[in-house]
Structures are given as C-alpha cells and as structure tokens.
C-alpha cells in the first residue's frame, strides 16, 4: 500500500478517523463482487462479525444520539439489498444479542421528527385524507 492509500478524502486530512469514509466504498465494491464470484468465504466470521458489529455501532450513534434520521442501506436500483437478506441479517443480529422478533417489534421506532404532529393530523398521529 503507498502512502497515498493511507490518507484521508480531501478536506478530511486532520482526521485520523478520514480513511473509514475512502475505504468504505472499497468494501462495499470488494463485497459485492465476493458475493457475485460466489467467494463470500473468503471473507472470515470474526471479520464479517468486526464489520457488522463497528456498522452497527456506527450507525446507533449517528442516527439514536445525534437524534436525525441516517440512510441505513446503500440504494443502488435493482441491486439493492433484498427482502431475503436484509432479514436473514436482522435475524441473525437479533439472536446474537439473545432477542427476538417481539423485543424488535417493542422497540421499533418511528425515525426522528416522523412523530412531530402537523396541521394535517389528528391528535392520534394519524394523518387526514385530503378530500376530493
């Protein structure tokens, strides 16, 4: 690796934290092409699982305590993320932490600033039909 692979996008230098933004679009590319090459185990559990887990943490912290909502899932058109997988993830995620589908469905959440009432709703949230 040169040196020039080791430092941050521009306007970032001083970060020591910078490289995660330059090499997460480098992950997602390599991940993908694994998974198209049907190489996946070239990738190891505990590397899968340090993945997940620094994602995870990432995104609590920028989404629950900076309180604003954060694109969890990169849209890239018909190659989105399935149904399938995002949810044998989410299963898996969920049991390893020893929860299950009712402890998700206690603490899903509406995303910040989707319970702030305006004049277009009731006082039980809902929002009113326009009529015609």
Known sequence: MSS???RAPS??????????????ADLHRSAKE?????????VSDEALAQIITAAV????????????????IVREGA???????ML???????????????????WFRRRPGENIPDSDSDHSGHVARSKP
């Open 88 to 106: 044998v993830a989410v299963s898996e995620m969920l049991r390893d932490v020893g929860l299950g589908p009712m402890e998700l469905g206690l």
């Open 4 to 6: 020039s692979d080791t």
């Open 34 to 42: 694994l998974v198209v090459k049907g190489e996946a185990a070239r």
């Open 57 to 72: 943490r990432l995104y609590y912290a920028k989404s629950e305590l900076e309180d604003r909502p954060v694109q969890a």
């Open 11 to 24: 306007g970032r230098a001083n970060d020591e934290y910078g490289w995660i933004d330059q090499y997460a």
């Open 79 to 85: 190659e989105t993320l399935t149904a399938t997988e």
